[in-house]
T-cell receptor, first 113, second 108 residues
C-alpha cells in the first residue's frame, strides 16, 4: 500500500513570497489533515477535510493560509504572503473511514528567510 | 490551554523501563495514540488504544488509559538507546490533536 505523498520535501522562500504544498493521501481515505509543526513543538492542526468538504479550519490563519481538496483526493495548502514565523514542517495525514490509524507523509520543511 | 499535555523531558538508563505520561481534556475522544519522531524524520505510529479499553500491550510497549482522569501512559520495557526520540501523545474524536512531545533520552 502506497503511503501519503507530499511535495516538495524542502522549500526556502523569502518573506512575503507565496508557497504551495501538495499532498496525495492514501487511496480511498476520506479524511485528510494538514498540520504545522514548528521546531520543538507538537503538530498543530490547521485544517481537516472529509472528502472534499472542510470539517474544521478553526486554527487556519485564513488571512494568509488557504487549502483545498480537489475532488476529495489530492490537497494543496497555500501560504500567501509568507511570514518568518511560518517556518515549520507541514505534515499531511489521511485516515480511512474504517482504519483508526492516521498515516502521515514525510512532510514539507519550509524555511522563510 | 493545551488540549493534550505531556512532560517535556525524560531520561532513563539503558535496560530500565520508561514511562511517558499524557493528559487530555476531550472526554469524547475515541482513540488515543502514541507516535515516535526521530530527528528529521516523520511521525511513526507506535500504538493506539480505543477509549473503551484500559490497557493494551504490544511487545515492549504497554499503554494504560485512565478514562476517568483522562490520563494516558506509555511504558517501554527494557529501554534501548534506539528508543531515544520524541514521543507524542494524540487524541482523536473527529479531529486529531497532539501534545508538545516528550523527549526521551536513553543513557548507556
Amino acid at each position: 500500500e502506497a503511503g501519503v505523498a507530499q511535495s516538495p520535501r524542502y522549500k526556502i522562500i523569502e518573506k512575503r513570497q507565496s508557497v504551495a504544498f501538495w499532498c496525495n493521501p492514501i487511496s480511498g481515505h476520506a479524511t485528510l489533515y494538514w498540520y504545522q509543526q514548528i521546531l520543538g513543538q507538537g503538530p498543530k492542526l490547521l485544517i481537516q477535510f472529509q472528502n472534499n468538504g472542510v470539517v474544521d479550519d478553526s486554527q487556519l490563519p485564513k488571512d494568509r493560509f488557504s487549502a483545498e481538496r480537489l475532488k476529495g483526493v489530492d490537497s494543496t495548502l497555500k501560504i500567501q504572503p509568507a511570514k518568518l514565523e511560518d517556518s515549520a514542517v507541514y505534515l499531511c495525514a489521511s485516515v480511512s473511514g474504517v482504519n483508526t490509524e492516521a498515516f502521515f507523509g514525510q512532510g514539507t520543511r519550509l524555511t522563510v528567510v | 490551554g493545551e488540549d493534550v499535555e505531556q512532560s517535556l523531558f525524560l531520561s532513563v538508563r539503558e535496560g530500565d523501563s520508561s514511562v511517558i505520561n499524557c493528559t487530555y481534556t476531550d472526554s469524547s475522544s475515541t482513540y488515543l495514540y502514541w507516535y515516535k519522531q526521530e530527528p528529521g524524520a516523520g511521525l511513526q505510529l507506535l500504538t493506539y488504544i480505543f477509549s473503551n479499553m484500559d490497557m493494551k500491550q504490544d511487545q515492549r510497549l504497554t499503554v494504560l488509559l485512565n478514562k476517568k482522569d483522562k490520563h494516558l501512559s506509555l511504558r517501554i520495557a527494557d529501554t534501548q538507546t534506539g528508543d531515544s526520540a520524541i514521543y507524542f501523545c494524540a487524541e482523536r474524536n473527529n479531529d486529531m490533536r497532539f501534545g508538545a512531545g516528550t523527549r526521551l533520552t536513553v543513557k548507556p
